[in-house]
């Protein structure tokens, strides 16, 4: 039987920031769950704000065929998974300051979401997940996190 499920990783911000970052002080989590969905997914999309310019034009260089989208103050941007994207998620989700570079990363098979990971990488949502999944996830988050399964 397959759950649904959710992830809070506990977060602190410095100084008069509102940019939250993981208390544990690092997201050593991000590569072994995203590359476990990426390997499911065959599209991905990325929310950015609008001023985050740099990061967006940095995902736009990796695929000719991405969709751009302007939806407020968020720029979204979608398309097939390629192997420099995947190798981009996995390998250059932190900005020269250490922060992480999209507020949204959706991951999506057969146009069905099948991961979400939110604010900044520190709240997850996957659809439909087992229990051998779950113990996999639960393994690598720090142990502050909150979680939820239903």
């Known amino acids: 039987m397959k759950s649904k499920f959710v992830v809070e990783i506990p977060t602190y911000s410095e100084?008069?920031?509102s940019f939250p970052k993981p208390v544990t002080?690092?997201?050593?989590?991000w590569v072994p769950i995203l590359s476990y969905f990426l390997e499911e997914s065959d599209m991905i999309?990325?929310?950015?704000?609008?001023e985050e310019a740099?990061?967006?034009?940095?995902?736009k260089?990796?695929?000719k065929g991405l969709e751009l989208a302007s939806k407020g103050h968020l720029t979204i941007i979608k398309g097939?998974?390629?192997?420099?994207i995947t190798d981009y998620l996995l390998n250059n989700h932190l900005s020269n300051r250490g922060d992480f570079k999209w507020f949204t990363v959706n991951l999506i098979k057969e146009y069905?979401?099948?991961f979400h990971s939110g604010h900044w990488g520190t709240?997850?949502?996957?659809?439909?997940?087992?229990?051998?999944?779950?113990a996999f996830i639960t393994s690598v988050l720090p142990e502050e996190s909150n979680l939820l399964q239903y």
């Open 61 to 63: 260089s990796l695929h």
């Open 45 to 50: 999309e990325i929310h950015c704000w609008n």
């Open 54 to 59: 740099e990061t967006i034009k940095e995902v």
């Open 15 to 17: 100084g008069d920031s």
């Open 123 to 134: 709240q997850f949502f996957a659809e439909a997940v087992t229990e051998e999944e779950i």
């Open 80 to 84: 097939s998974k390629t192997d420099a």
């Open 25 to 29: 002080g690092n997201y050593d989590y």
């Open 112 to 114: 069905q979401p099948l």
